[in-house]
């Protein structure tokens, strides 16, 4: 999950919420195959069973702009509303 992937784990600290009873992952290389990394350059990761949320976590290089405007992030997505958060600050 790289560097990002601790950013996951302080959402679920920061809901109070119990850790996943398992975790699957999905991914490979996709963007740059031939590079010298050997960590994956795409990856989806779904959490389920943590009480009161569902989480997915989504690593994509190579991508300039995702989901809100944003190229990184976590957005918080509830019934009556969402937070997207990244270093630039808070937006909806």
Not at 10 to 20: E, Y
Not at 37 to 58: G, I, R, S
Not at 59 to 69: M, V
């Amino acid at each position: 999950m790289t560097d990002w992937g601790v950013h996951d784990r302080l959402c679920i600290a920061g809901a109070n919420a119990s850790l996943p009873k398992s975790i699957m992952a999905s991914g490979g290389k996709f963007a740059y195959p031939d590079d010298a990394e050997e960590t994956p350059d795409t990856l989806t990761q779904p959490y389920t069973n943590l009480m009161a949320f569902n989480m997915l976590w989504e690593h994509a290089t190579g991508i300039n702009d995702g989901p809100y405007g944003r190229d990184h992030g976590v957005a918080f997505i509830g019934n009556n509303g969402t937070l997207v958060v990244d270093r630039k600050g808070a937006g909806r």
